[in-house]
Structures are given as structure tokens and as C-alpha cells.
């Protein structure tokens, strides 16, 4: 399983950037993919997860901003980001679990400038 993240960059405040989430090795209707970002100091916090039944979550934060999809004929989940504020400074990464192990992508860097 290999999960390779890409997408990010520099952006205004209030603008937007679609990160995507590419998996191979497994279907993504066999498992979950969250969305994770590492502000610079600051610990890893769950951004966002899309399951291989459909259900969605977001952290409170970024409800209404954030929207979270897959596509599954090209095996990768994107992270639509809008209304981009400077807090949303961070390393993203998505992430799975697999028969017990952790997988992660090498991460994004999203800097939004204020």
C-alpha cells in the first residue's frame, strides 16, 4: 500500500488548493483515508476522512471550507480547500490503516499568506 499526497503550495487568504490523496496497492472502498496536517510547532490533528462507504467527517474547524472526495476509477481522494485562512498553515498528509498498519503519504506543504 502507497499513498502519495500532492497539491499543495502557496495561496492568498481566502483562496483555494485541491490537495490529492493517490493510493495504490488496495481499493480505496476497502478503507478509510484521513486528511492530516502539522501546523510548523505544532502537533499532527485529523483534518478530515472520507470511508469506503461514503461517510464524511471534518474536524470543526474547517466545516463549510473543506470538502473532502474520492474518486475511485483513479484510486485517489482530494482535499478541496477554500476560503483559505493563514491557520491553515501546515504539512498535509493522508493516511490509512491496513490489517493493522499505518500508512502515510510524504506529505504536502500548504502556507497561506495573510
Known amino acids: 500500500v502507497q499513498l502519495q499526497a500532492s497539491g499543495g503550495g502557496l495561496v492568498q487568504a481566502g483562496g483555494s488548493l485541491r490537495l490529492s490523496c493517490g493510493v495504490s496497492?488496495?481499493?480505496?472502498?476497502?478503507?478509510?483515508i484521513y486528511w492530516y496536517r502539522q501546523p510548523p510547532g505544532k502537533q499532527r490533528e485529523l483534518v478530515a476522512s472520507i470511508s469506503g462507504g461514503g461517510s464524511i467527517n471534518y474536524v470543526d474547524s474547517v466545516k463549510g471550507r473543506f470538502t473532502i472526495s474520492r474518486d475511485n476509477a483513479k484510486n485517489t481522494v482530494y482535499l478541496l480547500m477554500n476560503s483559505l485562512k493563514p491557520e491553515d498553515t501546515a504539512v498535509y498528509y493522508c493516511?490509512?490503516?491496513?490489517?493493522?498498519?499505518?500508512?502515510w503519504g510524504q506529505g504536502t506543504q500548504v502556507t497561506v499568506s495573510s
Open positions: 493516511n490509512t490503516e491496513f490489517w493493522g498498519r499505518y500508512y
Open positions: 496497492g488496495i481499493n480505496l472502498r476497502s478503507i478509510i
